[in-house]
Structure formats: C-alpha cells, structure tokens
C-alpha cells in the first residue's frame, strides 16, 4: 500500500486520537513521524 503523506498523517492522527491522545497532540505526533522518514529518520 501506498500513501500520501497527507493521507499517512491523516491515519496516524486518527489512530492516535483513538489511542487517547488530544487533538494538539496527535496532529503534533503525526507530523513529525510523517517527516522523519523522508529526512533520515526511520520511524
């Protein structure tokens, strides 16, 4: 399967969100996993 990143940060804030974390967090959460696999980052 194949995702965007913006479809990728979409179901981690959606998973996270489910998981218990705030809006703020998620979003914050999902962003930085979304970047630090293109900038060297395996996640």
Known sequence: MI???QNL???LM???RR???DEYESEL???HLVRAN????DS
């Open 14 to 16: 959606r998973i996270l």
């Open 3 to 5: 995702l965007s990143a």
């Open 29 to 31: 959460v999902a962003d």
């Open 38 to 41: 293109p900038s060297g980052h």
């Open 19 to 21: 998981s218990g974390s």
């Open 9 to 11: 940060k979409s179901l």
